[in-house]
């Protein structure tokens, strides 16, 4: 009797002796195929969300960043359109990136970019509003916690017309003018 084996090497034989008895490394790759297979129509949808996404992080990034200035190149004439464009957004808020647009405790508003401020009635106001903004943002946070359920109540948003009316009120008594988003047409 003979016990001799016949190690047929051909593809066909070494991929059967491989369906019987798999390796870790077949396994895997088995279940990775499947895995691709199962997933595969799903890929667009995810890569393009993560695109837009990544987009939208970017644009928040660049506005962020654009809303960190210093006092040391902005003109108190442009403090008052600053705030109210911040103000805007928190009133119009979707999520908490809208809600939490700045920081009203520092940035512009830190003591130390307010003291460059020269001293005046809009320059208190202006002082007064960052405080109490930065304590409207504060409380109502809790309001606009999640992007899913932000609703900004509108007692909020009514403190944050009257703080902004009181700086617009000081504005107005330094001699500023804010400029005008709509263009006007003369009738003919």
Known sequence: MDLS????TSRKARFKRELRNPSLLTVILIFLAILLVVLGPFAPG???TTRSSFDAIAKTKERNESNMK???VIVPAQIAPWMASQVDTMIEAEGPLDWQVVSFRTGPCDEENLSQLPASKYSTSIATACGEIDGIQQLYSGKCFLASDCNVPEQAKE???LAMGNVWEAFSDAGFVSTYEVIEQVAP
């Open 70 to 72: 210093s006092l040391d």
């Open 46 to 48: 995810w890569v393009s």
């Open 5 to 8: 084996f016949d190690n047929d």
């Open 159 to 161: 403190e944050l017309r």
